[in-house]
């Protein structure tokens, strides 16, 4: 069971980028998937989360309206696309999985972590 976050690197100011997270081993849809991230010397914060059972989409107030969670059922693979970027945004991304069907951002639920990909901001 694995999965591997991609997609990072440095972009400027209001650009975007498109994280993926690929799963291999076990069956993505069957399960919530969970993006969160962590700047340097702070903790680890849930940014975006999609349900296996309806697809239903959660995203923190600090990234509503720019950033849009989707899965892709037959490639395996949960999507974040992230647009309007900020400095604040800059830190490492990871998705996770609970092997739940259900979103919830408590870190302690997430048993299956991406390695985790660098997202950097700046001009």
């Known amino acids: 069971v694995q999965l591997q976050a991609s997609g990072g690197g440095l972009v400027q100011p209001g650009g975007s980028l498109r994280l993926s997270c690929a799963a291999s081993g076990f069956t993505l849809d069957y399960y919530a998937v969970a993006w969160f991230r962590q700047a340097p010397g702070k903790g680890r914060e849930g940014v975006s989360c999609?349900?296996?059972?309806?697809?239903?989409?959660y995203n923190a107030d600090s990234v509503k309206g720019r950033f849009t969670i989707s899965r892709d059922n037959v490639e395996n693979t949960v999507y974040l696309q992230m647009n309007n970027l900020k400095p604040e945004d800059t830190a490492v991304y990871y998705c996770?999985?609970?092997?739940?069907?259900?979103?919830?951002?408590?870190?302690?639920?997430?048993?299956?972590w991406g390695q985790g990909t660098l997202v950097t901001v700046s001009s």
């Open positions: 996770a999985t609970a092997g739940a069907a259900l979103c919830d951002y408590d870190v302690s639920d997430y048993n299956y």
């Open positions: 999609i349900t296996s059972t309806d697809g239903r989409t």
